[in-house]
């Protein structure tokens, strides 16, 4: 069964520094892996997806790398803003005949300072 | 109307209630999603409907009950609910090969 930890688990900086949201998995089989963010109390809104296949995805100040091997993927964002407080998230999406199945973490509550 | 739309946003009901929660979505997917989301834990999967057919149901208990007509809507029947029952629950879609989910922004429910 996959497992998926995310460290810091609340993150706060100052505006515009540079910061790393780590996210690690226990099963290296998957078909991609997704980052998401969530206001509170909203849905999730998909920021980057990242194929099973490739290293890593940029979206404007956000990079995602995915080392499938070692079961770990980081969210890079560049010089934050106060918009960006949020809860990340990231979800591999299981392979074969798992994949239906995208698992969470429990997110990073990321708390970005004026 | 774009993305996933999903109503009502809040629902309040008794545990004697009968209710339903209604998700749309319009991107063109063909496989539909009921994710819940409790307070201080990770989402579950509750259920998938691949091309208008159930292909994951993850031991979600018959007090819940999915229904999907077509592949644009999905529906969540809800009745004798538990209190624990009491979450936010999110609807999504996809589409099968490329993989990339698309949430609605939740129905809150409180059951009494």
């Known amino acids: 069964k996959q497992e998926v930890t995310q460290i810091p688990a609340a993150l706060s900086v100052p505006e515009g520094e540079n910061l790393v949201l780590n996210c690690s998995f226990t099963d290296s089989a998957i078909y991609n892996l997704q980052w998401f963010r969530q206001d509170p109390g909203k849905g999730l809104t998909s920021l980057l997806l990242i194929q099973s296949s490739q290293r890593e995805q940029t979206s404007g100040r956000l990079n995602a790398s995915l080392d499938k091997s070692s079961g770990r993927s980081t969210l890079y964002i560049a010089a934050s803003q106060p918009g960006d407080s949020a809860t990340y998230l990231c979800?591999?999406?299981?392979?074969?005949?798992?994949?239906?199945?995208?698992?969470f973490g429990k997110g990073t509550k990321l708390s970005v300072i004026p | 109307e774009t993305g996933v739309t999903q109503t009502p946003r809040h629902l309040v009901m008794g545990m004697t209630n009968k209710k339903s929660l209604k998700c749309e979505q319009h991107l063109g997917h063909n496989a539909m999603y009921w994710y819940k989301q409790s307070a201080k834990k990770p989402l579950e999967l509750m259920f998938v409907y691949s091309l208008e057919e159930r292909v994951e149901n993850n031991s979600v208990p018959s007090r819940f009950s999915p229904e999907c007509p077509n592949s644009s809507h999905l529906f969540l029947h809800l009745h004798t609910l538990q209190p624990e029952d009491s979450a936010l629950y999110l609807c999504a879609s996809s589409q099968i090969g490329t993989g990339e989910l698309f949430f609605g922004e939740g129905s809150r429910l409180t059951v009494l």
């Open positions: 979800a591999p999406r299981g392979s074969g005949a798992g994949s239906y199945q995208l698992t």
